[in-house]
């Protein structure tokens, strides 16, 4: 079965830097789209960063010029580069593979930005 692992999670400062990791299995990993999403409490879930099976990627607003979405197919990885993290970027971060009939999921990441 598809299973989708991340790491990478912690407490940073202000100003500073994460590099989060999702591990794909089960699943032909570099034929479909990859994201991630954050989930703060009391908030909806908000997808930050997509790369297609082209490279090609994708941002909002709010991340975008700050956060880095990568795909290594060789090794099933995504990586999410995330700079000069506020603390509004405090959340579950979760990492999601689109496919024709199904979307996945894996369980998450905490990052917590504080001083």
């Known amino acids: 079965q598809v299973q989708l692992v991340e790491s990478g999670g912690g407490v940073v400062q202000p100003g500073g830097s994460l590099r989060l990791s999702c591990a794909a299995s089960?699943?032909?990993?570099?034929?479909?789209?990859l994201e991630w999403y954050r989930q703060a409490p009391g908030k909806e879930r908000e997808r930050v960063a997509t790369?297609?099976?082209?490279?090609?990627?994708n941002y909002p607003p709010s991340v975008k010029g700050r956060f880095t979405i990568s795909r290594d197919n060789a090794n099933n990885t995504v990586y999410l580069q995330m700079n000069s993290l506020n603390p509004e970027d405090t959340a579950m971060y979760y990492c999601?593979?689109?496919?024709?009939?199904?979307?996945?999921w894996g369980q998450g990441t905490q990052v917590t930005v504080s001083s």
């Open positions: 790369i297609f099976d082209t490279g090609l990627t």
């Open positions: 999601s593979l689109t496919t024709a009939d199904l979307k996945y």
């Open positions: 089960g699943i032909r990993f570099r034929l479909y789209p």
